[in-house]
């Protein structure tokens, strides 16, 4: 059956955001041979291919996957490192190497140097921001803050993360924002969140040379786990339950987890080995399951599934030895502005409440938030105009299997879709290269044949 | 392979959804009413229940609905929970691997076959809903009339 009412191939398409994901998509779209395409890629920023994730310059600031599945396509994993070797920044037998995310920028620039050169007339790169998108009859329009708009068949959201703390955070900057004036290298702050957030906190204050107590507080107090050199278990889709409650699912993983360490096998082999399958289970899941899921397991589930290059954790795990980062589990019940800060902390396991006076705060409660709340305008004004809605647990925008954006009154849109972590609501681990990089593939295969 | 337990617990989840939304069944109900040996069958829907497939209630009143909508559960999830891995044969299984004893798993070309064919079976009954299941009932011939004509 070839008749769907929407099987006109789309030649024109647009995407909102050049980080990661765009960059991806785009580079994914522009292997169809159809010479008619047109893709455009609008970013904001002065760089394209960086986004917030690689736009860091700081060396000690390295990919948590290791370079063997930073491959920016999903039918050629070793293209990343290749590139490294080709350049001589790495060599075969230093692997696994966790490269520099300045590295990585670099990587996903020329990637996108080299597709315009060579597609002089199907890619076009426009650097300027987005206001807003709307269906028009035939496609959909993009508003430039320039006063201009890019009209196309489709347009595609890729504007990642959010870039401003999420509301309720008070008196939280973002590291490296405007905000984020020079501090007394003595001076003690506190960071919201335990995670991989907080450890690149922790290295662009050691870099600018900061001495003073870094209080860390998060609901549990967990630091993420390191990475290990190992080969994920081999299961197919067959072996894993889905569609069950939260409790039976994290009872079989656990049980597969135990005896596969009687078997002398990594924990991390096992956790790997689940990855393929992520987006299924999770789709799978009632939204009950979901919804305990992030509530309860999530916090437990990312430091064992997003770990952090060794060199790496033996620097954070010193640190917290010597007593120069305190690791909390707790939740912050008040701040009071003055001189300095005074934040009240109540204990997960005392239920005591210890108070910090601290020079600033960082919010480094990492990447989920409330879209509805978004400082990107477009995602905003989607949501304001119905165009779009958060999904039930609103972890990001409500889109379908397809990445078609879902409007409030449930409409499915055929005009405006969305990759990379938006999408986190349907597609669930969704924020990083080898995630979006098949959801790219995907798409394009979906929408180009 | 289906066991019997398998087979049992979706003919039980079939019972459950055709009552009306809501409305408990007796145990011993569903038990007769589709040759089910009880204690077996209690013991069936207590792991649908720890699943979350199945709510039960206790008492007089008492008795098990499911848990969420016919067409929610997929009969794939409902098999795995009761039998274990989707396998045709006890080998063709990664995480409930049971080796044969007069054959070498490696080169085994059966064994490489299943492997497919269990994939082909996971495809399959993750696809169909007990809704679905429930329709396809053939002891109801309006439905079936119904079915053909639409």
């Known amino acids: 059956m070839t008749g769907r009412a929407n099987s006109i191939i789309p030649n024109s398409i647009v995407i909102v955001g050049g980080g990661a994901s765009g960059g991806v998509l785009a580079a994914h779209l522009l292997k169809s041979p159809n010479p008619d395409l047109r893709v455009t890629l609008i970013e904001k920023r002065p760089h394209f291919g960086q986004g917030i994730a690689y736009s860091t310059l700081l060396s000690a600031h390295v990919l948590n996957v290791s370079a063997a599945g930073m491959s920016a396509y999903a039918d050629d994993p070793g293209n990343f490192w290749r590139w490294l070797l080709e350049r001589g920044l790495a060599t075969p037998e230093q692997a696994p190497v966790y490269a520099p995310r300045s590295v990585y920028a670099r990587y996903l620039k020329e990637l996108l140097d080299e597709l315009q050169a060579r597609e002089t007339g199907r890619l076009r790169l426009i650097r300027e921001e987005s206001l807003s998108i709307s269906p028009t009859g035939s496609g959909a329009e993009v508003t430039l803050a320039n006063g201009t708009s890019v009209v196309a068949h489709l347009a595609v959201l890729a504007t990642g993360h959010d870039e401003e703390p999420g509301a309720g955070q008070g008196h939280a900057i973002r590291m490296g924002s405007e905000a984020d004036t020079a501090l007394d290298p003595e001076a003690r702050v506190l960071v919201l969140g335990t995670g991989l957030s907080m450890v690149d906190a922790f290295l662009s204050l050691e870099q600018r040379g900061h001495r003073g107590e870094i209080i860390a507080v998060s609901r549990r107090g967990l630091l993420p786990s390191p990475h290990r050199k190992g080969n994920p278990i081999k299961l197919d889709v067959a072996d894993i339950p889905l569609g069950t409650q939260l409790s039976y699912f994290v009872g079989w993983f656990r049980g597969l987890i135990r005896e596969n360490q009687k078997a002398g096998t990594d924990w991390r082999d096992v956790v790997d080995g689940l990855r393929p399958f992520n987006q299924k289970i999770w789709q799978n899941w009632p939204p009950s399951a979901k919804r305990r899921f992030v509530e309860h397991t999530k916090a437990w589930w990312d430091i064992h599934r997003h770990r952090m290059a060794p060199q790496v954790y033996a620097r954070v795990t010193e640190a917290v030895q010597s007593g120069r980062i305190r690791l909390v589990a707790g939740r912050v019940v008040g701040i009071t502005a003055g001189d300095e800060f005074t934040v009240e902390v109540q204990s997960r396991h005392t239920q005591n409440i210890e108070t910090f006076d601290v020079a600033r705060i960082y919010d480094c409660t990492g990447i989920a938030r409330d879209i509805s709340t978004t400082s990107n305008s477009v995602v905003r004004s989607l949501v304001d105009r119905g165009l779009a809605r958060p999904d039930p647990l609103r972890l990001g925008l409500d889109v379908s299997d397809n990445c078609e954006v879902i409007a409030s009154d449930g409409t499915v849109s055929a005009k405006i879709l969305a990759v990379g972590p938006l999408t986190r609501g349907t597609f669930f681990e969704i924020d990083a290269i080898p995630d979006i990089r098949a959801q790219c593939a995907r798409l394009s295969r979906r929408l180009l044949g | ?150």
């Open chain 2, 1 to 150: 392979m289906l066991t019997k337990k398998g087979k049992y617990g979706l003919k039980a989840l079939v019972h459950l959804a055709r009552l009306p939304a809501g409305q408990l069944a007796f145990v011993g109900d569903i038990a007769t009413g589709n040759n089910i040996p009880k204690k077996f069958l209690d013991a069936i829907l207590g792991e649908l229940r720890n699943a979350g497939f199945v709510q039960s209630r206790k008492g007089k009143e008492g008795g098990y609905r499911l848990a969420r909508s016919a067409d929610e559960i997929k009969i794939g999830h409902v098999v795995r929970v009761l039998d274990g891995p989707l396998a045709p044969i006890p080998c063709a299984s990664r995480t409930r691997y049971q080796r044969c004893e007069d054959c070498n798993e490696a080169t085994c070309q059966v064994r490489h076959l299943m492997l497919e064919v269990r994939q082909a079976i996971a495809e399959v009954l993750d696809q169909r809903s007990l809704a679905e299941m429930r329709d396809i009932a053939g002891d109801d011939d309006l439905s079936a009339a119904l079915k053909i004509q639409a």
